[in-house]
C-alpha cells in the first residue's frame, strides 16, 4: 500500500516556473515505478511524466518536453515535478501516481495508487 500527498500547486503567470512535489508514505516505494498526470477541466486525465523505480529511466509527453522534469528521491521517499516556461494550457489538476512494478510505466491503467491532486494555474 502506498498513500500520495501532493503539493506546491498554485497561480503562477504564463512563463513562470513551479515545483510540484509528492510525498510517499508506504515500504513499496522505492520498487514502484511514478508518475504525474493532469486533468483540465472537460478534459480526459493524461500522463505528463514518469520515473522508473532507480530513477534511470523517464518519460515525458511531448507537450511537456523541454520544460518539465521529473525526479525522486528514494530516501526521503518523493517524487518531484519541476515545471519551467508555463503555459495556459498547463493549468489543471496535477496527480501523482505509483505503479506496482518497478519499471517505466506511461499508461494511466497500471498505475494502482493514486494522490487527491494539487490545482495548477496560469494566467497569460
Known amino acids: 500500500q502506498v498513500q500520495l500527498i501532493e503539493s506546491g500547486g498554485g497561480l503562477v503567470q504564463a512563463g513562470g516556473s513551479l515545483r510540484l512535489s509528492c510525498a510517499a508514505f508506504g515500504r513499496t516505494f522505492t520498487s514502484a515505478g511514478m508518475g504525474w498526470f493532469r486533468q483540465a477541466p472537460g478534459k480526459e486525465r493524461e500522463v505528463v511524466a514518469a520515473?522508473?523505480?532507480?530513477?534511470?529511466?523517464?518519460y515525458y509527453a511531448d507537450s511537456v518536453k523541454g520544460r518539465f522534469t521529473i525526479s525522486r528521491n528514494n530516501a526521503e521517499n518523493t517524487v518531484t515535478l519541476q515545471m519551467s516556461t508555463l503555459k495556459p494550457e498547463d493549468a489543471a489538476v496535477y496527480y501523482c501516481?505509483?505503479?506496482?512494478?518497478?519499471?517505466?510505466?506511461?499508461?494511466?491503467?497500471?498505475?494502482?495508487?493514486w494522490g487527491r491532486g494539487t490545482q495548477v494555474t496560469v494566467s497569460s
Open positions: 501516481a505509483a505503479a506496482s512494478r518497478p519499471d517505466l510505466v506511461t499508461t494511466e491503467p497500471r498505475y494502482n495508487y
Open positions: 520515473i522508473d523505480s532507480k530513477g534511470g529511466a523517464t
